[in-house]
């Protein structure tokens, strides 16, 4: 099994600054891509960010220019810096991992368990 652990969220005021963190850990092979997802209360989770084995990127409209992804492979960790933050950042973060099986030809997907970010002054 693969487990992801989320770490740096918190509570910035607006402006500020915040870098969450998701290690993965376990059964890990063939990692395709990770990303950021997250979700605000009454809304659906969305897409903020994802990062390809190869290092393609993709951002949401609303972070590009503020947010960056990153990742390091040795360690199967991935990264999110924001900056800029606003209060519609606010939201619970959410790291997932792709990774393709060759056994059985098919794509597992992987969540954490969310890390909170709150915006406030």
């Known amino acids: 099994q693969v487990q992801l652990v989320e770490s740096g969220g918190g509570l910035v005021q607006p402006g500020g600054s915040l870098r969450l963190s998701c290690a993965a850990s376990g059964s890990i092979f063939s990692i395709t891509a990770m990303g950021w997802y997250r979700q605000a209360p009454g809304k659906q989770r969305e897409l903020v960010a994802t990062?390809?084995?190869?290092?393609?990127?993709i951002y949401t409209d609303s972070v590009k220019g503020r947010f960056t992804i990153s990742r390091d492979n040795a360690k199967n960790t991935v990264y999110l810096q924001m900056n800029s933050l606003k209060p519609e950042d606010a939201a619970v973060y959410y790291c997932?991992?792709?990774?393709?099986?060759?056994?059985?030809?098919?794509?597992?997907?992987?969540w954490g368990k969310g890390t909170l970010v709150t915006v406030s002054s």
């Open positions: 990062i390809t084995s190869g290092g393609s990127t």
């Open positions: 997932k991992l792709d990774m393709y099986d060759h056994m059985v030809a098919s794509t597992t997907y992987y």
